[in-house]
């Protein structure tokens, strides 16, 4: 069964870090650009980050540049997401999906994790 | 940067109706859309991709039209379980935008 499952969220003092994973099964990780995605409570779905199979190309929303870093092991069939100098708008579930493919067309995101909640808050 | 519109943002409907949501990008984006449906406390689910696509395992009466800036998504038959949030997305290996997401409530 393909499944991703996140974790590493918790609640955090404004200024401070985290680092989320999100560990990959039943599927070839490293066949896959991967993504995070992160919703706010009560609000929509905001797309953050996306790196490519090896880890050598990586995209960034464009306000969280800087202080957002998605990296991967496919050594361990995971993903992570470094978020530093955290803000209330932070607070977010953080979802991790994979970007489908269909010979070498995206399809969209085709597997989600769980998600996992980041609370910033002093 | 691409914006998606989604209208309207909350649509109320009965068992059986045949529902249409549509979304506008701010700019041509040839067929590069995905529909998704997300029940309340559940990471969303992949219904249609490159426009009008069915993902695999989603039911027939589910369809997408569209392409350049205008796209819709279509329940020809709203079943109980389909009363969620559907939002549409722009994607692609480097840059993706979600619309804002229309909310299907029971009338």
């Known amino acids: 069964e393909e499944q991703l499952v996140e974790s590493g969220g918790g609640l955090v003092q404004p200024g401070g870090s985290l680092r989320l994973s999100c560990s990959a099964s039943?599927?070839?990780?490293?066949?896959?650009?991967m993504t995070w995605v992160r919703q706010a409570p009560g609000q929509g779905l905001e797309w953050v980050a996306n790196?490519?199979?090896?880890?050598?190309?990586?995209h960034y929303l464009d306000s969280v540049k800087g202080r957002l870093t998605i990296s991967r092991d496919n050594g361990r069939n995971s993903l992570y997401l470094q978020i530093n100098s955290l803000r209330a708008e932070d607070t977010a579930v953080y979802f991790c999906?994979?970007?489908?493919?269909?010979?070498?067309?995206?399809?969209?995101?085709?597997?989600w994790g769980q998600g996992t909640l980041v609370t910033v808050s002093s | 940067d691409i914006q998606m519109t989604q209208s309207p943002s909350t649509l109320s409907a009965s068992v059986g109706d045949r529902v249409t949501f549509t979304c506008r990008a701010s700019q041509s984006i040839s067929r590069w859309v995905a529909w998704y449906q997300q029940r309340p406390g559940k990471a969303p689910e992949l219904l249609i991709y490159?426009?009008?696509s069915l993902q695999r395992g989603v039911p027939s009466r589910f369809s997408g039209r569209g392409s350049g800036t205008e796209f819709t998504l279509t329940i020809s038959s709203l079943q109980p379980e389909d009363f969620a949030t559907y939002y549409c997305?722009?994607?692609?290996?480097?840059?993706?935008?979600f619309g804002q997401g229309t909310k299907v409530e029971l009338k």
């Open positions: 490159k426009a009008s």
């Open positions: 039943g599927f070839t990780f490293s066949a896959f650009w």
């Open positions: 999906a994979r970007l489908g493919v269909i010979v070498v067309a995206p399809t969209g995101l085709d597997q």
């Open positions: 997305q722009y994607y692609n290996t480097y840059s993706q935008t």
């Open positions: 790196i490519n199979q090896d880890g050598s190309e990586t």
